[in-house]
């Protein structure tokens, strides 16, 4: 294997070299981003023509055939808001005339004609997933239930039924009587009050609860009556108490009743619990008995498999139905009620946004648009000037008014609609001028003219006065003004007729006067009017735009002679707001009211504004007329729509007339100016009757004339001339302008005539054949000659005529002819860059021609039944291409200066493309679509990476997308021409972007492709890619078309490749484990190794060697980091082994090498976990050479390929790659997904297995609390929460889109995450659908294990199931219970764990034992669930573990579960979980049940096993309940520990769990040391095992130069302690040197710098006999770091290593057993007395309250009678090490006189008259040394004191002691460099000047005095002479060192000390009675500065001894 392997790395031509070359180009990219290889399409026609009886007979043939009924043509009538069509009458007059147009026959014929369709049947299907046609039985959500949003526990009902002895009332519990030091419980203070609750469980087992109070919440404690042996009376302790007395180890309880009466009912009832407890042991007893006496039953064969066989006999019902499923049942039940992925995917948009401007399915037809309609009802003007004219003599109206409405748009400065001329004049006053004006030129016949063809049936006299109007404004704003003007009849100048209206009074004369002066100057100037007043108002409210629908105008103000125009009014508008402005103005007194409204619908009997009649339209009418007014166009493109009803209307405004200069006319001052429209020049021509007239005259009017200003010879005019104009119109029409003066003077007699002409003008209305519409200057003439028109030079050109083609030519088509024409005009050379532009622009409206074109013609020539490439020109398909190559530099080119042009034209070059492949040729436009895709290459800005992922995602959302990707395995027509299966390497073709399938498969080859590459680019691009890739596929999953059995199976199968993709990202995937989860809890498991393993991935085995490659192809390199969470453990499998091997970098063990120096492709380096490389960046990348095979040809194409980048992708982005991973994953059909699985090598499979375990963890449910703080909290960073993506928002469905910088994206393509439900429901809805989303993806990933494990048995229980799938797959499983999943999964979880234990029982039974003990510890956590079904489960599922391991064992027993189960308790109470204990009991009573109903289990010993495991959990539990106690107690916590630890001592691994978790506490608080201890205890414990088993030569002694304790705890291991034995324990020496290592870690954490090297001459030898210098080489530079450091802290002294108190506990109430004991505490770096103190105060005052506890402050010996017994008493006192001479002589530096201590000593003063302190004669010293029964440190922070002695100092020995210690605390001072000169001074002052201090001199005079020393031993006087000698001569040296130490200032000071130092050398030399000035000792002192100098070089030795 490994030889094939090899020369397949040097790359040996052969077939798999030939295939390799060929896909090369498509399968591999090399670290350079190269651009995708572009593949050319099949001949998709062809294709479909020869394969065409293979997909017809194929079983999904709709999803491989194109519809037939596709497209089809429709003919809609047209429809009229008008009663009868506004063209007709006009094309028929048309018709007649001869001439007519082409164009103008054409248009007229687009307002009639009807409208024609393209129907596309499945259009609905086009757009994206969320215009999809909504599924019927779509997803309704469910409430999934989980443990995480549960507050209260689910009580099952049943269980708590029983018929057993239960009573409930409160007792008082007392403190407990202490039995076991174990278990020792500092007690409470009193008796406290509680709620007990016996009850019996499930199994037969009687608990005693106690509650808090009746409400039972969570039980204080939890007796559980197995452990009692019997129930006392005990009156001591009161009156009405008793006491539970315990068996063994537990402590008894003290309980009181309330009443004698409750007092015995209590007794009664728990006697009578023990009694039924005897009675069950005598059966018990009685019938094991008979079960020895029956014969053993024949030994059963070992299964391997089924070991849940028999269950059908159990007769338990639960178990009975588990012994019918099957692995097919079970997976069947999986497929129940599943939800569709992206209907429950809470990140993208589930509803359409209401702003989506998405193509509607059903597509309108033009409709005239309208903006915001408003009804304008004018109801009265009134001025103050009022006389009383009519009969009834009430005040009236004195003349009539011509009043006109209009709108004007003041920020834009334009008037916004046509005028509205109505009347609301009193009908007394309102015909005075028709009556009395007298016939001028204005005068026409009234009578006969006929009303205009549509409104003919209409009376005459209803049309009017029209008084309302309809206003649409499309735009509104505050700055649209409503301006009403006011004319009257012509009477002079404006200032004089409106003063009577200014000086107006309630005198009715003034008004009949002016009444008879309007009659008179109507009988001359009737036909005449004059500008009055006007009057506005804004018709919006500022800031909100509503309408303001108060009917007032504020004031009517003058008009102004020289201010008429509109733009004068405009200004004057402008400054509307400003009242200083306006204030100027004269203001006439009057009110002018009008009824504003908004409507909707149009009222009966409404006109269009060319007098046309709209439906409804009664006749005769029922209401008055409304008028429709025209709002004019604003000049922005938006405001712009087609035109689709037929109005011809033009509008003149004569502006000013200059005629100030002219000299012909003497009078020429009033001048009116007279309009009309004449169509010749003759003399005699009649002008057209086409002017709209003013209310009171006829519809339709000859002339129109503009009011007349006074005496102004520069008239202006703000007159609107509406006129209808003829249809057909030639040259000789023009409009003439009449000018007229007129004689105002009343006093001149009419006959001179009042109308006298003053000039002519004429404008022709076409100029170059089109409508002259601009403003215009014209020439006034005197005169009117015949033929005027020709006598102005018109220069008229030549115009347009129109041609319709002639009949030969043949018929030519719109598309053809665009198509011919386009790319021509839009080449850069013959265009200028304005059309291009307008171009790009409009492009759309271009390509759907073209496309409307091509369907109608394929359709009505019926072409379309035709083959597609017959049905277009090959010319027309040239053009295409040519047009393409045309557009394409435009886009590439101006996207930046051109960003939404650019935009639109992608855009619309997408959607005709599209449509381009329901017409033509698909592998043509394939063909297109691929030249198009050749622009763009990676890298490219991202505005580019927008317009190709737009352009994919249009392309792809065609309707029979999934046809065109012919989604069918191509292998299939092949195979099926050659009758064979098809081989792997086809299939590979299939599973991986092989040219093969992206040919076959194209669109989605090609999509992959694009997405494949983006992932290398920036996030946001890539996020775009990913949406474009998840949109698509969530279409295809939403399509009601694709429901049917089978189909989304096939569209999976063309997305096979994604899986591949994705496995190569997997590095950049985010493994988003929740840091807390519960796996961590079991970190001892994830360092046991399997003995069996032939290596390990250590972290050392760094060799990154990277081989010189021979092919450049390949000079990138890879390096290979596997994704395990637990270090890499492999069987001896050689395949396997060989594998790894080559990961980790090491040759294998029998000497093959695995990696070739001149390999074709680089050799892979491993590095594990926990190392990163230092020279580059860990990729994980499986390479095609370190795959194998089992096929026998060697491995060419990979499911996965290289990919490049290595940085990891965002949250939003992982979540969008697994849903589409998941989406083919659920959707694949199984036999796919299998031959996938086939195909991918190890690492491949490991790497998908991965990616599910990933999807688990990112689509973890939260919990609804977390999910609605995380939308409130959302716009911040997203959470490092557990993945938790900012949530849409979802209920009211209102997606914001988050656009991208060129704003590309259409906008479902991404969801702004910060737009967040406010509101509850919202939250909810979240919730709702993260928690289904959780189910699904768990129930996907079920599916893929459960077919896994049923397909692959023989790979997985390959090396007894040790091997990375195996644990990968068992890793998953685990994960289910550690996300914490719903009820509705969980049932699916356990059902699958039940499948596997049936079929895999090996795995967990044999071997190694993790994955059992890992299963134990979730099983067992399940069962505190909260969650009552999830209980039971779980219970059931531990119960058939146990029967499965007995079963295993051939009935022998069930030790490796029993172990486990223990192992896993202890790990959860180390972690202190909290094991609710009533739910937990409830548990342990229901797998006893299942043992006792288990009918096939009756007469086996499994029942009592079972029995006996239950047991010992509710041991363990007992510990709990104190280690929760004491969990704020450090101290006691960890004493608790170690006793358990300790308990376990014959169990290695359970005392492993307990001293991990003691580390884990330890490093928790920073006591480093404890925690290296608690680790290097486990390693000795290990080897201690290794050594038993004969595995290792040297055990726990060989730690003893470490630590002392260590072979003392470890070497209790004995191999054949009991029936849980050894045998299922895995240590190896790769894990002792694991841990080993560990330990060096943790010592160099605690400052023990010095051990390492202790620690390494254990390691270095085993590393050595591996040959493994790398980890060597570490080791060594580990050590020599750790020797600098020794020397740094040795010369800083700056490391502590912590300070001893002995602390004393007294008070039994309080500390029972603990009370007299004492402990040295070790506390950290330099606490201080005061600090340990208050810490022990504090903590023992919270646990027994505040007015207990004592602290005694002092050190003397305490007598416990004179203590008060009701109190608590802690002694603390300093202590130092202690060692004896000899000792001390050993450890010579600080470092050894602190580490491995255990005696330490303080001093207590005393003298013998009972005094502290006395004369230095009479001054005694206590010594008091103890010893502890360990040396510090240790794996606790307390020992105990196991001995101690006193030792009393007599005064001569207290004085040799004190100057001993002088002696050397100056020395410490002085002989250490660099000297520190305060201390130095302090110590010398203290020693020399004997003023401070008489120390040393009161010394020498109490016992050197020649008179006095005869009284103490002459040993002790000589000793005491030697010291002080040395004491003078230490004082010197110092004096040195000071003199040279000192600043300029202390000279004297330096003087001073000299001299005290001479007059003590002076009195001590008169005491010793010899000269001790040291001048005389010159010698001495050369000796002692050798001292000095070894001082100063850093080796200090002490002289003295303690």
């Not at 002479?1921 to 003078?1928: I, N, T």
């Amino acid at each position: 294997m490994s030889e094939r392997k090899f020369t397949r790395g040097l790359g040996k031509p052969g077939m798999a070299a030939q295939l390799r070359e060929t896909v090369s180009q498509v399968v591999r990219e090399s670290t350079v981003q190269n651009k995708p290889h572009l593949v050319d399409p099949i001949d998709f026609e062809n294709f479909v023509q020869k394969n065409k009886t293979l997909l017809q007979n194929d079983p999904q043939r709709e999803l491989l055939l194109y519809p037939q009924d596709d497209v089809s043509q429709v003919v809609l009538p047209r429809r009229y808001r008008t009663v009868v069509s506004t063209v007709r009458q006009v094309s028929e007059s048309t018709e007649s005339e001869d001439g007519c147009s082409l164009l103008t026959k054409e248009c007229l014929k687009t307002y009639s004609s009807n409208w024609n369709l393209v129907h596309y049947k499945y259009t609905a299907y086009s757009g994206s997933y969320l215009e999809l046609p909504k599924i019927t039985n779509s997803d309704y959500l469910k409430d999934e239930v989980y443990e995480i949003d549960t507050e209260v526990d689910q009580v099952d009902e049943d269980s708590t039924k029983s018929d057993g002895i239960t009573k409930q009332g409160y007792l008082m519990k007392g403190p407990e009587i202490g039995s076991d030091r174990m278990f020792v419980h500092i007690g409470s203070k009193s008796f406290k009050r509680r709620y007990c609750h016996l009850r019996q469980e499930v199994d037969g087992t009687y608990i005693l609860e106690l509650f808090k109070d009746e409400k039972k919440g969570e039980a204080k404690l939890t007796i559980v009556m197995d452990f009692c042996s019997e129930v006392v009376r005990n009156t001591k302790r009161g009156r009405y108490c008793f006491e539970l007395r315990m068996t063994g180890t537990h402590k008894s309880y003290s309980l009181a009743a309330d009443s004698e009466i409750e007092l015995q009912d209590w007794l009664l009832k728990l006697s009578s619990v023990l009694q039924h407890y005897k009675q069950q042991e005598d059966k018990r007893a009685a019938s094991l008995e008979r079960a020895c006496n029956t014969p053993p039953p024949s030994p059963q064969p070992m299964q391997v498999y089924g070991t849940l066989k028999g269950l059908e006999q159990s007769m338990n019902p639960q178990l009975i139905r588990y012994s019918r499923e099957t692995d097919t049942s079970i997976a069947l039940s999986r497929r129940e009620n599943r939800r569709r992925l992206f209907c429950i995917y809470p990140h993208i948009p589930h509803a359409k946004s209401p702003t989506g401007s998405s193509p509607d399915t059903t597509v309108d037809p033009y409709k005239e648009q309208f903006g915001q309609r408003l009804l304008i009802k004018c109801e009265s003007l009134k001025f103050r000037l009022q006389a009383p004219i009519d009969e009834k003599d009430s005040l009236c109206q004195v003349e009539p008014y011509q009043t006109t409405l209009c709108l004007f748009d003041v920020r834009n400065g334009r008037k916004l609609t046509e005028n509205f001329h109505f009347d609301i004049n009193n009908e007394v006053v309102r015909n005075i001028s028709k009556e009395l004006s007298p016939v001028g030129i204005m005068t026409e016949k009234e009578e006969d003219v006929p009303l205009p063809e549509e409104i003919k049936s209409l009376p005459k006299e209803w049309l009017m006065y029209p008084k309302q109007a309809i206003f649409s404004v499309s735009n509104p704003h505050p700055d649209i003004f409503l301006v009403v003007r006011i004319d009257k009849i012509l009477q002079g100048g404006i200032c004089q007729t409106s003063e009577p209206y200014i000086r107006a009074t309630k005198d009715p004369r003034l008004g009949l006067k002016l009444h008879k002066q309007v009659k008179a100057a109507c009988q001359r100037l009737g036909n005449y009017t004059m500008p009055f007043a006007w009057a506005a108002r804004p018709l919006f409210r500022l800031y909100s735009n509503e309408l303001d629908t108060a009917s007032d105008f504020p004031a009517i103000y003058r008009q102004e002679g020289n201010k008429i125009k509109d733009d004068e009014l405009l200004k004057l508008l402008s400054e509307y707001r400003k009242p200083e402005k306006l204030s100027k103005l004269t203001i006439i007194p009057g009110w002018l009211k009008l009824k504003i409204e908004p409507i909707t619908e149009i009222p009966e009997n409404t006109l269009t504004t060319s007098f046309v009649p709209l439906k409804p339209f009664p006749i005769p009418p029922t209401s008055e007329p409304t008028l429709e007014i025209a709002e004019f166009e604003g000049s922005s493109e938006r405001e712009v729509h087609p035109y689709i009803t037929y109005i011809n209307h033009l509008y003149v405004y004569p502006q000013t007339l200059s005629f100030d200069t002219q000299k012909i006319f003497t009078r020429a001052r009033n001048i009116a100016c007279i309009v009309e429209l004449r169509d010749n020049d003759s003399e005699n021509a009649e002008p057209i009757r086409c002017i709209y007239g003013k209310p009171g005259l006829s519809i339709l009017r000859l002339k129109a004339s503009c009011s007349v200003l006074h005496h102004n010879a520069v008239p202006s005019w703000y007159e609107e001339i509406k006129m209808r104009l003829p249809t057909k119109l030639s040259s000789k029409h023009h409009l003439l302008f009449s000018f007229y003066h007129i004689s105002c003077d009343m006093n001149k007699k009419k006959e001179n005539g009042v109308e006298n002409c003053v000039g002519y003008s004429w404008a022709p209305l076409l100029h170059k054949g089109r409508l002259n519409v601009d403003v215009q200057v014209l020439p006034v003439a005197t005169h009117l000659p015949a033929g005027y028109l020709s006598i102005q030079p018109l220069g008229l050109g030549k115009g347009f005529v129109f041609v319709s083609p002639s009949k030969e030519t043949g018929i030519t088509t719109v598309h053809e002819e665009l198509g011919k024409h386009l790319p021509t005009l839009l080449q850069p050379s013959n265009t200028d860059f304005l059309v291009v532009n307008k171009f790009m622009h409009h492009s759309s409206f271009f390509f759907d021609i073209m496309i409307k074109s091509m369907a109608q013609h394929l359709l009505t020539t019926g072409r379309i039944k035709m083959h597609r490439n017959e049905r277009f020109s090959k010319e027309y398909h040239k053009n295409i291409e040519n047009l393409l190559d045309v557009i394409m530099p435009y886009l590439m080119k101006r996207y930046k200066e051109m960003p939404v042009e650019t935009q639109e034209l992608n855009k619309s070059l997408a959607h005709f493309l599209k449509k381009c492949l329901t017409f033509m040729d698909r592998g043509f436009v394939f063909r297109l679509i691929n030249s198009y895709m050749d622009n763009f290459a990676p890298g490219d800005p991202r505005a580019l990476h927008d317009f190709k992922f737009m352009f994919l995602q249009i392309i792809c959302s065609h309707e029979h997308y999934v046809s065109f990707n012919l989604p069918m395995m191509q292998s299939r027509i092949t195979s099926r021409d050659t009758e064979t299966e098809p081989d792997s390497d086809e299939l590979m073709n299939e599973y991986c972007l092989s040219e093969n399938f992206c040919k076959h498969h194209f669109l989605v080859g090609l999509l992959l492709q694009e997405v494949k590459t983006s992932l290398n680019e920036i996030v946001q691009i890539r996020k775009v890619a990913v949406a474009t890739l998840r949109d698509l596929m969530a279409k295809h999953e939403l399509d009601d078309r694709y429901q049917n059995k089978g189909q989304l199976s096939r569209i999976a199968s063309i997305y096979i490749p994604w899986l591949g993709i994705v496995l190569e990202n997997l590095h950049r995937l985010e493994l988003v484990h929740d840091s807390t989860s519960k796996s961590e809890g079991k970190q001892n498991t994830s360092i046991r190794i399997s003995s069996s393993s032939s290596f390990l991935l250590n972290r050392d085995t760094n060799s990154n060697n990277t081989t010189g490659t021979s092919t450049p192809r390949s000079m990138h390199r890879f390096t290979l980091n596997l994704d395990t969470q637990s270090p890499i453990r492999v069987s001896m499998h050689l395949r396997d082994s060989t594998y790894f091997a080559a990961i980790a970098g090491q040759g294998l063990v029998n000497g093959n090498s695995c990696t070739s120096i001149e390999s074709d492709a680089s050799t892979m380096s491993g590095a594990s976990q926990s190392n990163i490389s230092q020279e580059t960046a860990i990729i994980r990348e499986p390479t095609e050479n370190g795959t194998h095979e089992h096929k026998g040809h060697s491995r060419s194409l990979s499911v996965t390929q290289t990919s490049s980048r290595c940085d990891k992708l965002q949250s939003a982005e992982v979540k969008d790659l697994l849903l589409c991973f998941l989406f083919v994953v659920k959707h694949l059909g199984d036999h796919q997904i299998i031959a996938w699985w086939q195909q991918c090598s190890d690492i491949e499979l490991l790497s998908f297995f991965t990616v599910i375990e990933m999807s688990l963890y990112q689509f973890k449910y939260v919990g609804k609390r977390q999910i609605a703080s995380n939308s409130t909290s959302a716009g911040g960073k997203p959470r490092t929460v557990k993945a938790m993506t900012l949530p849409a928002r979802m209920a009211p469905p209102d997606f914001s889109s988050e656009t991208s910088g060129t704003g590309t994206l259409q906008t479902h393509n991404t969801v702004a995450r910060e737009n967040l439900a406010e509101n509850e429901s919202g939250k909810l809805h979240q919730a709702l659908l993260e928690a289904n989303m959780a189910t699904e993806v768990g129930l996907i990933a079920l599916d893929c294990l459960g077919l896994y494990c049923i397909h692959f048995k023989d790979a997985l229980v390959t090396g007894d199931g040790y091997n990375p799938v195996m644990r990968k797959i068992f890793d998953i499983y685990l994960s289910f219970l550690q996300v914490g999943q719903s009820e509705t999964l969980l049932r699916h979880v356990f059902a699958g764990f039940r499948a596997f234990l049936n079929n895999y029982s090996v795995t967990l039974f044999q071997g190694n034992a993790v994955l059992c003990g890992r299963l134990c510890y979730e099983l067992l956590r399940c069962c505190n669930s909260k969650l009552s079904s999830i209980r039971q489960e779980s219970c059931a599922l531990l119960y058939l573990l146990m029967r499965s391991n007995f079963e295993f064992t051939s009935r022998k027993g069930l030790t490796r579960v029993h172990l486990q189960v223990i192992i896993s308790v202890s790990q959860m109470l180390g972690n202190v979980i909290g094991l609710n204990n009533s739910r937990f009991q409830e548990s342990l009573s229901l797998i006893n049940s299942y043992a006792s109903s288990d009918k096939a289990m009756k007469g086996t010993g499994f029942p009592v096993e079972v029995k006996d495991l239950t047991k010992r959990i509710r041991t363990v539990l007992m510990a709990t309940a104190q280690m929760r106690e004491h969990n704020n107690d450090p101290e006691m916590l960890v004493d608790l520990q170690h006793s358990l630890a300790n308990s376990y001592a014959s169990t290695p691994e359970l005392r492993h769990t307990w001293l991990e978790t003691m580390a884990r506490n330890h490093a928790r608080v920073e006591n480093f040391s404890e925690a290296a201890c608690c680790q290097l205890h486990i390693a000795a414990l290990m080897a201690e095992y290794l050594k038993l088993k004969k595995i290792h030569t040297w055990g726990a002694e060989a730690f003893d130069k470490i630590s002392v304790n260590i072979s003392r705890d470890e070497r209790g291991l004995k191999l054949d302690a009991g029936e849980i034995c050894v045998q299922d324990i895995h240590y190896n020496e790769y894990l002792l040197l694991e841990q080993l290592e560990a330990c060096t870690e943790t010592l160099e954490k605690a400052e023990r710098f010095e051990l390492l090297g202790q620690l390494y001459r254990l390691i270095i030898p085993m590393y050595e006999s591996k040959r493994n210098y790398q980890a060597l080489s570490n080791c060594y530079t580990h050590l020599a770091q750790a020797c600098n450091k020794v020397v740094e802290v040795t010369k800083s002294g700056k490391r502590l290593l912590g300070r001893f108190y002995r602390v004393a506990f007294f008070g039994s109430a309080y500390f029972e057993d603990e009370s007299g004991q004492e402990y040295i505490y070790k506390e950290p770096k330099v606490t201080s007395l005061s600090e340990i103190s208050e810490r022990l105060n504090r903590l023992y005052s919270e646990k027994f309250g505040h007015d207990v506890v004592k602290m005694i402050m002092d050190s003397v010996p305490v007598n416990n009678s004179e203590l008060d017994p009701k109190m608590a008493y802690i002694q603390v006192t300093h202590v130092i090490p202690y060692f004896e001479k000899l000792e001390l002589e050993i450890r010579v530096t600080e470092f050894e006189q602190n580490h491995d201590v255990c005696c330490f000593m303080f001093e207590t003063p005393f003298t013998r008259e009972g005094k502290p302190r006395g004369n230095p004669e009479d001054q005694w010293k206590r010594r008091t040394i103890l010893t502890t029964q360990y040396s510090f440190p240790y794996v606790k922070k307390r020992i105990a004191v196991c001995q101690k002695r006193v030792v009393e100092l007599s005064p001569i020995e207290v004085a040799l002691d004190e100057m001993r210690q002088r002696v050397a605390e100056l020395e410490d001072v002085a002989l250490i460099a660099p000297a520190d000169a305060k201390k130095l001074q302090l110590r010398l002052q203290g020693s020399v000047c004997v003023t401070v201090n008489a120390g040393p001199l009161a010394y020498a005079s109490a016992f050197l005095d020649p008179a006095l020393s005869p009284q103490y031993p002459d040993d002790k006087v000589e000793d005491l002479k030697d010291v002080f000698r040395e004491f003078v001569k230490i004082c010197y040296t110092a004096l040195q060192i000071n003199s040279k130490l000192i600043t300029s200032d202390q000279h004297e000071y330096q003087e001073v000390l000299r001299e005290n130092y001479q007059k003590l050398c002076q009195n001590l030399s008169s005491l010793l009675g010899e000269s001790v000035w040291p001048d005389e000792q010159v010698g001495s002192f050369k000796r002692n500065s050798a001292a000095l100098f070894s001082a100063i070089s850093g080796a200090n030795n002490h002289t003295s001894t303690a």
